[in-house]
Nanobody, 117 residues
Framework: QVQLEESGGGLVQAGGSLRLSCEAS????????MNWYRQAPGKQRDLVAT???????NYADSVKGRFTISRDNAKNTVYLQMNSLKPEDTAVYYC???????????WGQGTQVTVSS
């Protein structure tokens, strides 16, 4: 049974930083492309960042230069370091595995990030 458990969200002022974590179980983590997504209230879930099995990364334009995705295969965990946060980054953040941004697994509960102005 695949489980994705996100953590690390919270309330932060604009300009601040947060580090999100997502621990995966039930998958061969090191063979999975991993992605971070976010969903703001009333909006669709959008792809934010991707890390491949060789740790190449890709980012949405809206977060490029501010967010960094990384992975620790020994811990089956993917991270999202978020710096210079803006109010428009407020959303529930989710991780998932899959190619081309298409999620392969059942979603976890996500972690709420709220950025105050």
């Amino acid at each position: 049974q695949v489980q994705l458990e996100e953590s690390g969200g919270g309330l932060v002022q604009a300009g601040g930083s947060l580090r999100l974590s997502c621990e995966a179980s039930g998958i061969t983590f090191r063979f999975n492309i991993m992605n971070w997504y976010r969903q703001a209230p009333g909006k669709q879930r959008d792809l934010v960042a991707t890390i491949t099995v060789s740790s190449s990364t890709n980012y949405a334009d809206s977060v490029k230069g501010r967010f960094t995705i990384s992975r620790d295969n020994a811990k089956n965990t993917v991270y999202l370091q978020m710096n210079s946060l803006k109010p428009e980054d407020t959303a529930v953040y989710y991780c998932n595995g899959g190619r081309f941004g298409a999620p392969s697994y059942t979603w976890g509960q996500g972690t709420q990030v709220t950025v105050s102005s």
